[in-house]
């Protein structure tokens, strides 16, 4: 069939949207645009939103979005309106292309909110390339259009269109791709409660008492960098993972801490604060010490997970 009537007949699309950790998270300073310099490796992982697209005729909306939370641990706060990034993504894609109709998006929430976890970044590229296969806009730029509207919706929405691992620059806006790192296991613990990343950065601009460790990180990210590189374990390279966040949430919220220690008494190589938080993973050798660690942390909280790296 010729791949003009193919797409004729796409009426739906579904995709899947994972969640991120920061192997590293340097904040480096705020710039004179009030926003903060950071460098940092982040690394898609297992846990994942999913998204379906329908296309729709006839309607009075260009968009309408239902979020569905299946799950116990999912977010019951996920706006089903414009201020959603899914909406924004959509609107966006529809005025730069100038797409004539309208559509339907059911995004299934299962990465929760204010957990550092990249859940709402990813689910807003991951619908820019539903739309893309969805309306397919005959344009030979397309994936650069696509990358200059990601970054519209923020600044690590672009990392999410391809996703993988990935040294990020600026306000993460500055992606160069890292060599996938040979596959392997963390478990990922979030708490109730949640944390902002606009509070979290406050603390830290606050904070009065931290101590630069540029060298240090430097050396590390190297070591991290290296190693996937050369294909080493997880096991070789996870005691050098860092984020600098660490410093001023763990004094706020202590669990975070007490969780980091607990992921590390059971058996994790390392454990580390994801983004600004509150979800804590830690890097652990095989799947069957992973399972293990899992099943322990889940007596004492409703939301672990043991994820792959992608």
Known sequence: MPSNKRNKLLQSVRILAPAKVN??????????????????IFQTVSLYDRIRIFKRENSRSPILLRV??????SPQN???????LVWRAADLFFKKFRIRGSCEITLEKNIPAQAGLGGGSSDAAATLLALS???????????????TLAAQLGADVPFFLKGGCAWARGIG???????????????????EMGCSTREAYLWFDNASD????????????HIIKTSIIERKSAREWGRRIFNSFEKVVFSKIPELKKIKKELIRLGAANASLSGSGSAVYGVVSSLSEGEK????LSRSYPNVWLVHSL
């Open 23 to 40: 192997l590293t998270l340097e904040i480096l300073g705020k710039r004179k645009d009030g926003y903060h310099a950071i460098e940092t």
């Open 68 to 73: 569905l939370a299946p799950q116990p641990h």
């Open 173 to 191: 806006e500055k992606i160069s791709p890292l060599e996938r790192p040979k596959k392997f296991w963390l478990v990922i613990v979030k708490p």
């Open 78 to 84: 996920c706006p089903a309106d414009r201020t959603n």
């Open 133 to 147: 296969k969805l309306y397919n806009p005959r344009t030979p730029s397309l994936q650069p259009t696509l990358r």
């Open 293 to 296: 660690i899992r099943k322990r």
């Open 210 to 221: 931290l101590k630069p460790e540029r060298l240090t990180n430097q050396r590390n990210v």
